[in-house]
């Protein structure tokens, strides 16, 4: 009665510890064939991986990359309320367009009511999340009833892409009268 016990405890005790052992052998066997040559290197992660980081190609740019050779845009929108605006944002990557100096091909460039939908993404009043302190958001159609105009008129008909206030505050000027608020 108690070997029968004894026996039958033990069997079943050493094929787990068997099993244990063979997953543990297995484990750091494969951790051995999986683990990258330089993992630890300088820490808890792959060391080549900085080098693999340095090489990683650049798609964007600040905006002053584009000034280089856009001089004429320069002008205008460093000056006008959109200069915190990315060109990027609205035209693409630079690496899409330049690359060693030289241009290697076109960005895209919005036309028709694309450029609405562009304007929209920044200063529609539906977007409720948006404080409206930090960028000045309109209703549509409204912001064109307002103005007496069709609902048809698209953005850039009264407001230049890089420098939305240009011309409105020129026509302001001509008329002698001052914009509402201080706008620069
Ligand atoms: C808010 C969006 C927006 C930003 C920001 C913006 N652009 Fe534009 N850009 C446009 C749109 C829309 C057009 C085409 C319509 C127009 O000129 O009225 C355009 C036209 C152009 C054109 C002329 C393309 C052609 O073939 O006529 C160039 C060049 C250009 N942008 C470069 C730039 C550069 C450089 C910057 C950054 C300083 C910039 N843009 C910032 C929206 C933008
Ligand atoms: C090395 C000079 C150079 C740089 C830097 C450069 N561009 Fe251009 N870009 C050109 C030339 C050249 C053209 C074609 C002639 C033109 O429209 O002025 C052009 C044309 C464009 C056009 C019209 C569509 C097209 O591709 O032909 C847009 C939009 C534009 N560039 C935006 C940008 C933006 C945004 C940047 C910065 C991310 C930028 N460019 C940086 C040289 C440059
Ligand atoms: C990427 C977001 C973005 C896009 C796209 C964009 N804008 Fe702006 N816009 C801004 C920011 C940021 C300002 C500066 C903060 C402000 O005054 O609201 C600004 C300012 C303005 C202002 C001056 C507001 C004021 O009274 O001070 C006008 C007008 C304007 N944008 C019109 C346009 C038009 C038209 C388009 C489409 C061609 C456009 N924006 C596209 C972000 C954007
Ligand atoms: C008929 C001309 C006209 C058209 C078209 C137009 N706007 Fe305006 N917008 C103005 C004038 C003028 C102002 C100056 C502020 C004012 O007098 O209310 C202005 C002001 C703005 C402002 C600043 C609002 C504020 O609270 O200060 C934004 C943002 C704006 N417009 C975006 C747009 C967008 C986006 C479109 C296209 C969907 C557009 N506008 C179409 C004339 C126009």
New binding site residues.
């Given amino acids: 009665m108690e070997k029968r016990y004894k026996s039958g405890d033990y069997a079943h005790v050493l094929r787990l510890a068997i099993i244990l052992i063979v997953a543990a052998v297995l484990g750091i066997f494969a951790r051995g064939m999986f683990l990258p040559d330089t993992m630890g290197q300088y820490g808890f992660y792959r060391g080549s991986d900085i080098e693999d980081q340095r090489n990683v190609t650049i798609r964007n740019q600040t905006n002053d990359a584009c000034f280089e050779c856009h001089r004429p845009i320069r002008l205008i929108h460093k000056e006008?309320?959109?200069?915190?605006?990315?060109c990027e944002?609205?035209h693409g990557p630079y690496a899409d367009h330049i690359k060693d100096g030289k241009r290697v091909g076109k960005l895209p460039v919005?036309k028709g009511m694309e450029?609405?939908d562009?304007?929209?993404?920044?200063?529609n009043k539906v977007i409720k999340a948006r404080p409206e302190t930090?960028?000045?958001?309109?209703a549509m159609p409204q912001h064109l009833e307002e103005k007496k105009v069709q609902v048809t008129h698209n953005?850039?008909q009264?407001?230049?892409?890089h420098d939305?206030?240009l011309w409105?505050k020129a026509a302001y000027e001509m008329m002698g009268m001052e914009?509402k608020?201080d706008?620069?």
């Fill in positions: 006008g309320v959109h200069k915190t605006v990315s944002f609205c919005k450029i609405k562009l304007c929209l993404r920044c200063h930090s960028i000045k958001v309109i953005c850039n009264c407001h230049m892409v939305p206030l409105i914009m608020g706008k620069k």
